[in-house]
Nanobody
Framework: QVRLVESGGAVVPAGGSVRLSCVVSGFRLAEFAVGWFRQPSGRDREGLSC????????VYADSVEGRFISSRDNAKNIVYLQLNNLGPEDSAIYYC??????????????WGQGTQVIVSS
């Protein structure tokens, strides 16, 4: 059974940092890409990053480039998202999801339940 479970969400002061984790099971992490997304309350979901399975290379949305860093530990089946220099606009529920590749031709077929980040001003 494929599962992705996020954790690490917290209340963080503006300017602070937090690291989110996405623990995966039921598939070989090295064979799939994992993306991070967020959905602020009352707003649409936004794609943040995608990390390729074979190379570990990550691509980022312009809104988080240089502030957020995605990494993975295939041996531990964990993908991380480091969030730095947070502002109130970063408050959202954060999700990880699985795709075959970091390419718009491939859909994300399994999602985690999300973890909430609240940035206090």
């Amino acid at each position: 059974q494929v599962r992705l479970v996020e954790s690490g969400g917290a209340v963080v002061p503006a300017g602070g940092s937090v690291r989110l984790s996405c623990v995966v099971s039921g598939f070989r992490l090295a064979e799939f890409a994992v993306g991070w997304f967020r959905q602020p309350s009352g707003r649409d979901r936004e794609g943040l990053s995608c990390t390729a399975g074979s190379t570990g290379h990550s691509v980022y949305a312009d809104s988080v480039e240089g502030r957020f860093i995605s990494s993975r530990d295939n041996a531990k089946n964990i993908v991380y998202l480091q969030l730095n220099n947070l502002g109130p606009e970063d408050s959202a529920i954060y999700y990880c999801a699985r795709a075959k590749m970091c390419d718009s031709a491939y859909r994300y077929d399994h999602w985690g339940q999300g973890t909430q980040v609240i940035v206090s001003s």
